[in-house]
C-alpha cells in the first residue's frame, strides 16, 4: 500500500501534467481560432458584437443597466418621490392611512 507522501507525489505530478495538457489544448484553441477569424477575414469587433449592426441578436444594444436610476412615478407637495417598485416609503404609507389615495401623489 503506497504512503501518504507517495501518494502526494503523484498528485502532484499529475497535476502537472494537467497544467501542461491545458495549456496546449488552450493554445491549440487559440490558434484555431485565429485561423477561422483569418478565414472568414473577422475582427474582434465582430466577435464583441460591437460592429454597430442593432440586429437584435446576441451583443445588441440593451436598455438601461439593471440598478440605475428609475423615475419617480409618485411625489408628494413636499418633494419626496418613490418610484412605485420595492416598499412605500412612511411618508406615502402615512398619507394612505391619512384617506389619500396613491393617485393623488401620482406624477
Given at each position: 500500500m503506497p504512503t501518504v507522501a507517495?501518494?502526494?507525489?503523484?498528485?502532484?505530478?499529475?497535476?502537472?501534467?494537467?497544467?501542461?495538457v491545458q495549456r496546449e489544448q488552450r493554445s491549440s484553441a487559440i490558434s484555431q481560432i485565429r485561423q477561422l477569424m483569418s478565414d472568414h477575414g473577422l475582427?474582434?469587433?465582430?466577435?464583441?458584437?460591437?460592429?454597430?449592426?442593432?440586429?437584435?441578436?446576441?451583443?445588441?444594444?440593451?436598455?438601461?443597466?439593471a440598478g440605475g436610476k428609475v423615475a419617480a412615478k409618485y411625489r408628494d407637495d413636499?418633494?419626496?418621490?418613490?418610484?412605485?417598485r420595492g416598499l412605500q416609503p412612511k411618508w406615502l404609507k402615512a398619507a394612505i392611512a391619512s384617506g389619500k389615495q396613491l393617485s393623488d401623489f401620482a406624477v
Open positions: 507517495e501518494l502526494l507525489a503523484q498528485k502532484a505530478e499529475l497535476e502537472k501534467q494537467i497544467a501542461e475582427t474582434l469587433a465582430d466577435l464583441s458584437g460591437r460592429s454597430g449592426t442593432s440586429s437584435g441578436g446576441p451583443g445588441a444594444p440593451r436598455g438601461p443597466r413636499a418633494g419626496n418621490t418613490w418610484s412605485g
